[in-house]
């Protein structure tokens, strides 16, 4: 069966939310014994649901609707000036999509990121083992898109395959040294993953959730087009 309703969710208890202070999130997710078909996968996607390691999961919070799932139709966008530059100036970095990979140099430049942009997020502090569990140990059509300059790794972008449909980012995390400010390497991977969508013919790039309130949230919505889950349908904020 591929409709979704077959499938078994559980929910969290009442927890801190992540992005807003003073508020309890609850937290739906797939049975992670169960294994999801790539149709029910595409579906879940539609529903506005995420990936993270095994777990398929969406706020269902009980007084709160602030988690908006965001995606760009990759055929209607366009770059604007700002991100235009930012591939002109990255014109020097290798990009390469591999497998996900459990390595020093992958760690390393993920606890770094960790540590410098999130030490008060539920990642904090990192681990090798959480790693792992977050980023590579997934059976789902899941790859690395790596950046490097000069040989050094320096950006990486965690993304699925959604069949027929389109990619998931799912984790991004690059180095935070000043000195590679100016490039935007959060900027860059997003742009190149829709590069990649294009090229393999998809219709959506999945961004995850978008919270107004959140100033971390706020990258997402410079891609434009973009579509917004409200009340259970795609609308396009143009």
Not at 61 to 66: D, E, G, N, P
Not at 73 to 80: L, V, Y
Not at 102 to 109: D, M, R
Not at 211 to 236: A, F, H, Q
Request: glycine share 4%; hydrophobic share 30%; charged share 25%.
């Amino acid at each position: 069966m591929s409709e979704i309703s077959s499938l078994r969710f559980c929910a969290t208890a009442p927890h801190r939310c992540s992005y807003l202070d003073h508020k309890e999130a609850v937290t739906v997710f797939v049975d992670p014994d169960l294994m999801v078909s790539d149709e029910q996968y595409k579906r879940l996607n539609d529903a506005g649901f995420r990936r993270s390691g095994n777990y398929i999961y969406k706020p269902q919070c009980r007084s709160c609707s602030a988690c908006i799932s965001v995606r760009i139709p990759i055929e209607d966008f366009k770059p604007r000036r700002t991100q235009k530059r930012t591939i002109s100036k990255n014109n020097d970095i290798f990009l390469k999509t591999n497998p996900p990979k459990s390595t020093y140099e992958h760690y390393n430049l993920y606890e770094k990121y960790i540590v410098d942009r999130h030490p008060e997020g539920d990642m904090f502090p990192p681990t090798p083992e959480q790693y792992d569990t977050f980023l590579t140990s997934s059976s789902r059509q899941s790859f690395f898109l790596e950046a490097r300059l000069e040989n050094k790794l320096i950006a990486v972008t965690n993304f699925d395959i959604i069949p027929d449909r389109g990619l998931s980012a799912i984790y991004t995390f690059f180095d935070t040294d000043t000195s590679f400010k100016q490039r935007s390497l959060g900027r860059l991977m997003i742009l190149n993953l829709i590069s990649i969508g294009s090229e393999m013919e998809l219709s959506y790039l999945y961004l995850g959730y978008w919270i107004r309130k959140s100033e971390k949230m706020n990258y997402k919505t410079e891609y434009r087009p973009l579509e917004m889950l409200v009340g259970n349908r795609w609308i396009k904020v143009s």
